[in-house]
């Protein structure tokens, strides 16, 4: 899959990509917005008679793409009948949910546009979840759905639904085609929405009398998107600005998002923060962006961040935002966040900048010309005689770091440690595997134990929280990048939600790995039973312990994998070590762990971050004084 651009859909000479031949740079990073790396020669077949079903499948092959996920139905079946014999794989999924979240998988893990197919009714309306997740988290992504025949729209059809206006607040853009004609432009024209600017789901949905209509495909289509121009280069003055606050402040911090990410500026990033020798805070969409060995780096903020990362913030006196959108679980209550911090803020969104919190100096523009520019005009400065000392701030930053450094207790009753099963895997699987999270403590944990050196190495569900994503967005990022182990650390919650999609993995030769850290609970849900209800556990007990409900490792082996158990710390090293040596079939582990354990850091849902608790009843001791 890729990105088309007005420049590739008018000129088709530039030499495709091998099927062989990964995305992005050798090392798998995934290809920045816009690169060329990622973007393959755009076909210039002959004009031909099809339907519009055929249509609708050249234009797929036009655009370079490799796969898509979906399940056929009714209203998009006359597009599976040209798909049979297109070089386009589909992928048969067992649930469009399952096909939405691959897409998304494949996307976060090349770079390259997703695409899912349902068809109308439930089909679509079951593609709603990974929309929106999509969206959340600016995710290329392109949806096909069938509709009912255009004479039957609004009548209440069978297997009708508006999911044109059912998506209109989760979508980028979205289409309801009106005639055959248009359908390669209407494609040619998602694409391209949903990769250029700030990303996202873009909605096509085909009536089926418009599929089983004759018409001429020709190729390439004209754009025709008024008024859409995402500004990519930054404005000199504020550049300028921000470059001049950076060489006065004291105690300054890059608060880096994942539109750094997205936007393949990784390595201009590093080159920023040792320039600057400011400090860094990568966010849970940014994990990454930064190696989190790097001197500089404070970890993550936030709700379940570090300690050093969530006052490195909170206390600073200049915030320069890359790519990020100061969401509530960074902010805490938004009101007493950062008091006392000049803002720069900088995304290719306009519409994020002063959206939370007011940006002193805002810079709309793409995150790696941003940094470039922030690079030039900070040397500038720093030529000129202008650089701030921050030794002080990080004398404070690293004691911070000292004293109150992510860790964890065993647990009492000899049960095994989630955080250790989690820290063990990180070590075993490696800085170049893939990780996918599911949400909740298991996706805290993930994010805190496992060290993320290079981009494109941490997926996960941020601003939705979509119990159910690690499965089948693990197998879209294997798809992407099959040579890449890819790990889905996920929940017995979340698990159980769409672990049928392993069925698709095992058939379609797609061998994933999953460590399931099953505490018997919806561990995250109790947690905040714990420390907010009393201790009462009201509906999050799963059985999945007392009963063993399902039998993980027999559920493994009906969907058509390997399935292990691991349930004491001396055998972790050892079922892990199995699991990588599969490489022919998925793999599950069920590792059994304690059901007490807790995210620690944390600031509570409404609360300031200076309210951060270490661990339970533990407030970091910090004085004001030296601030």
Same mark, same amino acid.
């Given at each position: 899959?890729?990105?088309?651009?007005?420049?590739?859909?008018?000129?088709?000479?530039?030499?495709?990509?091998?099927?062989?031949?990964?995305?992005?740079?050798?090392?798998?990073?995934?290809?920045?917005? &816009?690169? *060329?790396? !990622? +973007?393959?020669? @755009?076909?210039q077949?002959?004009?031909?008679?099809?339907? =519009? %079903?055929?249509? /609708? #499948?050249r234009?797929?092959?036009?655009?370079?793409?490799?796969?898509?996920?979906?399940?056929?139905?009714?209203?998009?079946?006359?597009?599976?009948?040209?798909?049979?014999?297109?070089?386009?794989?589909?992928?048969?999924?067992?649930?469009e949910?399952?096909?939405?979240?691959?897409?998304? &998988?494949? *996307?976060q !893990? +090349?770079?390259? @546009?997703?695409?899912?197919?349902?068809?109308?009714?439930? =089909? %679509?309306?079951? /593609? #709603?979840?990974?929309?929106?997740?999509?969206?959340?988290?600016?995710?290329?992504?392109?949806?096909?759905?069938?509709?009912?025949?255009?004479?039957?729209?609004?009548?209440?059809?069978?297997?009708?639904?508006?999911?044109?206006?059912?998506?209109?607040?989760?979508?980028?853009?979205?289409?309801?085609?009106?005639?055959?004609?248009?359908?390669?432009?209407?494609?040619?024209?998602a694409?391209?929405?949903?990769?250029?600017?700030?990303?996202?789901?873009?909605?096509?949905?085909?009536?089926?009398?418009?599929?089983?209509?004759?018409?001429?495909?020709?190729?390439?289509p004209?754009?025709?998107?008024?008024?859409?121009?995402?500004?990519?280069?930054?404005?000199?003055?504020?550049?300028?600005?921000?470059?001049?606050?950076?060489?006065?402040?004291?105690?300054?911090?890059?608060?880096?998002?994942?539109?750094?990410?997205?936007?393949?500026?990784?390595?201009?990033?590093?080159?920023?923060?040792?320039?600057?020798?400011?400090?860094?805070?990568?966010?849970?969409?940014?994990?990454?962006?930064?190696?989190?060995?790097?001197?500089?780096?404070?970890?993550?903020?936030?709700?379940?961040?570090?300690v050093?990362?969530?006052?490195?913030?909170?206390?600073?006196?200049?915030?320069?935002?890359?790519g990020?959108?100061?969401?509530?679980?960074?902010?805490?209550?938004?009101?007493?966040?950062?008091?006392?911090?000049?803002?720069?803020?900088?995304?290719?969104?306009?519409?994020?900048i002063?959206?939370?919190?007011?940006?002193?100096?805002?810079?709309v523009?793409?995150?790696?010309?941003?940094?470039?520019?922030?690079?030039?005009?900070?040397?500038?400065?720093?030529?000129?005689?202008?650089?701030?000392d921050?030794?002080?701030?990080?004398?404070q930053?690293?004691?911070?770091?000292?004293?109150?450094?992510?860790?964890?207790?065993?647990?009492?009753?000899?049960?095994?440690?989630?955080?250790?099963?989690?820290k063990?895997?990180?070590?075993?699987?490696?800085?170049?595997?893939?990780?996918?999270?599911?949400?909740?403590?298991?996706?805290?944990?993930?994010?805190?134990?496992?060290?993320?050196?290079k981009?494109?190495?941490?997926?996960?569900?941020?601003?939705?929280?979509?119990?159910?994503?690690?499965?089948?967005?693990?197998?879209?990022?294997?798809?992407?990048?099959?040579?890449?182990?890819?790990?889905?650390?996920?929940?017995?919650?979340?698990?159980?939600?769409?672990?049928?999609?392993?069925?698709?993995?095992?058939?379609?030769?797609?061998?994933?790995?999953?460590?399931?850290?099953?505490?018997?609970?919806?561990?995250?849900?109790?947690?905040?039973?714990?420390?907010?209800?009393?201790?009462?556990?009201?509906?999050?007990?799963?059985?999945?312990?007392?009963?063993?409900?399902?039998?993980?490792?027999?559920?493994a082996?009906?969907?058509?994998?390997?399935?292990?158990?691991?349930?004491?710390?001396?055998?972790?090293?050892?079922?892990?070590?199995?699991?990588?040596?599969?490489?022919?079939?998925?793999?599950?582990?069920?590792?059994?762990?304690?059901?007490?354990?807790?995210?620690?850091?944390?600031?509570?849902?409404?609360?300031?971050?200076?309210?951060?608790?270490?661990?339970?009843?533990?407030?970091?001791?910090?004085?004001?004084?030296?601030?």
């Amino acid at each position: 899959m890729t990105r088309p651009t007005p420049e590739t859909l008018a000129h088709s000479a530039r030499r495709a990509r091998t099927a062989t031949e990964p995305a992005g740079d050798a090392d798998h990073t995934p290809a920045p917005r &816009g690169a *060329a790396a !990622a +973007t393959p020669a @755009v076909r210039q077949p002959a004009p031909a008679q099809v339907s =519009g %079903a055929g249509s /609708l #499948v050249r234009s797929l092959e036009a655009l370079g793409v490799e796969v898509v996920f979906g399940i056929p139905g009714g209203a998009i079946l006359p597009a599976y009948d040209p798909l049979y014999d297109s070089t386009v794989r589909h992928i048969l999924v067992r649930h469009e949910q399952g096909a939405g979240h691959a897409a998304t &998988g494949y *996307a976060q !893990a +090349t770079g390259r @546009v997703g695409v899912c197919i349902a068809t109308s009714g439930p =089909g %679509a309306t079951n /593609l #709603v979840t990974p929309i929106a997740d999509a969206y959340m988290d600016s995710v290329p992504m392109v949806a096909i759905t069938g509709q009912v025949a255009r004479p039957s729209i609004g009548t209440d059809a069978f297997q009708e639904a508006d999911i044109q206006g059912i998506t209109l607040p989760i979508t980028k853009h979205n289409f309801l085609v009106q005639t055959p004609e248009e359908i390669p432009q209407v494609l040619a024209e998602a694409f391209h929405l949903a990769s250029t600017g700030r990303p996202g789901p873009v909605l096509v949905d085909i009536p089926k009398d418009v599929l089983q209509a004759p018409t001429t495909f020709a190729w390439p289509p004209t754009l025709d998107l008024p008024g859409y121009r995402p500004t990519l280069h930054p404005h000199g003055k504020q550049i300028r600005e921000a470059a001049r606050l950076m060489a006065m402040a004291r105690r300054p911090v890059l608060y880096v998002g994942g539109g750094v990410l997205k936007a393949g500026a990784t390595e201009g990033l590093r080159t920023l923060a040792e320039l600057t020798g400011i400090p860094v805070v990568t966010t849970l969409m940014a994990l990454g962006a930064f190696p989190d060995s790097h001197r500089q780096h404070l970890g993550m903020p936030g709700m379940h961040g570090t300690v050093a990362a969530v006052y490195g913030l909170q206390k600073s006196d200049l915030i320069v935002a890359l790519g990020a959108r100061f969401d509530d679980r960074v902010t805490g209550q938004l009101d007493s966040f950062a008091p006392d911090a000049t803002v720069v803020h900088a995304d290719i969104d306009p519409a994020e900048i002063g959206k939370n919190r007011h940006a002193d100096v805002p810079i709309v523009g793409d995150a790696k010309h941003v940094i470039d520019e922030l690079i030039a005009a900070v040397t500038a400065e720093r030529k000129a005689g202008h650089r701030s000392d921050l030794a002080d701030w990080w004398t404070q930053l690293d004691d911070l770091r000292q004293r109150y450094p992510l860790g964890y207790e065993e647990p009492a009753d000899g049960t095994l440690s989630p955080q250790y099963v989690i820290k063990r895997l990180g070590e075993i699987a490696g800085p170049d595997a893939v990780y996918v999270a599911g949400v909740g403590q298991h996706q805290m944990w993930a994010s805190q134990f496992i060290s993320y050196e290079k981009p494109g190495t941490w997926l996960n569900s941020g601003g939705l929280g979509t119990m159910g994503y690690a499965v089948p967005a693990a197998m879209g990022a294997k798809v992407g990048r099959p040579d890449t182990v890819v790990w889905a650390v996920d929940g017995d919650g979340c698990f159980q939600m769409t672990n049928q999609e392993l069925a698709t993995c095992a058939l379609e030769g797609i061998p994933i790995k999953v460590a399931v850290i099953n505490n018997g609970n919806l561990g995250m849900v109790r947690q905040w039973q714990t420390l907010f209800y009393g201790e009462r556990y009201s509906n999050t007990e799963l059985g999945t312990h007392k009963h063993r409900i399902p039998d993980f490792v027999k559920l493994a082996e009906a969907l058509g994998c390997v399935g292990l158990r691991c349930e004491t710390p001396e055998d972790v090293d050892k079922t892990i070590e199995a699991a990588m040596a599969i490489t022919d079939a998925p793999v599950v582990i069920d590792f059994v762990v304690g059901k007490d354990a807790m995210v620690w850091p944390m600031v509570a849902a409404g609360t300031s971050n200076d309210e951060i608790m270490f661990a339970r009843g533990v407030r970091p001791a910090f004085d004001e004084d030296e601030i």
